[in-house]
């Protein structure tokens, strides 16, 4: 069928071949794939395939090696896409899994430490709270109290340590309790 001619180079024998095969291979890998863009992606690889090693392949056979490595791309495709889903599948339930559970941890670590923030003694509970939800600096919060920035410090340090410390307690509690 693409045989060499004493008249005729490799370039011109595989350039026939492409011409007449290139569209039934892109047909063909279609209808196994179902999208056209991924069917004519496969079949170029294939024909560049092809072309690198046109000498070894059997003259008489060239056509049944290019619908057969169509096909095997195209199944590889598939399993490879197969893959992908199950994959996204996969990290989706995990992730979302991860988020429910973390945001219910989270959001119960956050309430804690309100309800402690809420429990300290002034100025600290009102320094804090400036601080840290009033997005207010140090100097900001010396000056709306008439106290030193040196002073919001030293509240801000005990009100966190005393958050670190209950908060460590409870994990302690906790983990004790868990693994009786």
């Excluded at 569209?23 to 063909?28: C, F, K, N």
């Excluded at 309100?114 to 002034?122: H, Y």
């Amino acid at each position: 069928m693409f045989l060499f001619h004493k008249d005729h180079t490799k370039k011109e024998v595989f350039e026939q071949m492409f011409v007449e095969m290139y569209p039934r291979m892109v047909r063909y890998a279609s209808q196994l794939t179902g999208d056209k863009e991924e069917a004519r992606d496969i079949v170029s690889e294939v024909m560049e395939q092809a072309w690198t090693h046109f000498e070894q392949l059997d003259k008489n056979d060239r056509g049944g090696w290019i619908y057969t490595a169509v096909r095997n791309a195209c199944l590889n495709r598939l399993k490879h896409l197969q893959v992908e889903h199950d994959n996204a599948r996969a990290i989706y339930e995990a992730t979302l899994a991860d988020v429910e559970s973390n945001y219910q941890e989270h959001e119960a670590l956050l309430q804690k430490a309100e309800m402690i923030a809420r429990s300290l003694p002034e100025p600290t509970c009102t320094i804090l709270r400036l601080c840290y939800y009033e997005h207010l600096t140090y100097r900001e919060v010396a000056e709306q109290l008439g106290i030193s920035p040196d002073t919001v410090k030293k509240h801000i340090s005990k009100a966190l340590r005393t958050l670190r410390k209950v908060m460590n307690d409870e994990n302690h509690e906790r983990s004790r309790k868990e693994n009786r």
